[in-house]
């Protein structure tokens, strides 16, 4: 019961992200979003994930702030209303009709389909790895493989971001460098 | 830090000085914890992250600069991503990629857990030190484009 009041209120506050004229009010509908999402995950006994959500969704929201708020995006919605409404309609459509048939396919909620693997790691996993908290060991030692890939997807990322972020090219810093001696 | 022309208001220095160390020491609590409690090494290392972006936002960005520089944390960062990669070839001294040689320990205690502790800290200062490091550039991305 709390969880379809926690998702109806997500879907209005994603509407409002949506509909909303200011940047700023879009930004924290969007946090309102996630905060929900925290809860639910809280009901649904996933505390990790809970705690994850929040600092992660903390940080976006002040990151987005700070990188947007000086910056009005360009929208273009005049003279292409008829192009966009059927462009749309048609886009919720198609969407709508291939996410029922993978709903279908979906276990029932609660019983997951690896009921094995669940038996197994709640009563090996402390023997195994020593851990208490078995998310951690799944994540660190079970499967620490998929980690590695993540923290390389990370590094990545980062190593991107400051490519393509930064003030003056590595050409121009070593020119200057000459010049000043 | 002692000169009130950058950043905000007295009320929001003080304020926040005290509330980035508390941060500071709850992201290493839920690091060490990470298996005993719920939490671990991502959620740490974003939780320290956050401390030093209330230090940016409360003192500009100078302030937080003189704490941990660009290079100290790209280097940080780049020490974080190879340590978790050693501790992973560790394992073939047992046999297998990533496998827990070290000793177990008893269960819910600090020490315990083999190599999972070691991991977190390891993430933990990974993603830390790599989510403080896009929101410098960030920062430093708008600076620059306001002095043009």
Known sequence: MELHILLIFMIFAAILAIEVKDLLSSVIAMAAVGFALCLAFLILKAPDLAITQLVVELLCLIILIKATIKKDLPLVIEGRWLFNTVSTLVFIIVFLFFSYIAMKELPVFG???MGLVRRYLLEEGVNKTGAVNIVSAVILDFRAYDTLGEVAVLFTSIIG???????????EILE???NGK | MENNKSGMTL??????????VLGLIFGMHIILHGHLAPGGGFAGGVIIALSFVLLIL??????????????LASNLENVGALLFLIIGLLGFSGGAFFLNVLVKGSPFRLFSAGTIPLNNVVIGLKVGVGLFVIFLTLVILEKSKKEQ
């Open chain 2, 11 to 20: 009320f929001v220095k003080t304020s926040s000085r005290l509330v980035a």
């Open chain 1, 111 to 113: 019983n997951p389909t």
């Open chain 1, 176 to 178: 200057e460098d000459t």
């Open chain 2, 58 to 71: 409360a003192f500009g960005k100078d302030a937080a600069l003189s704490k941990l520089s660009l290079k």
């Open chain 1, 161 to 171: 971001i400051m490519a393509i972020l930064r003030r003056k090219g590595r050409k």
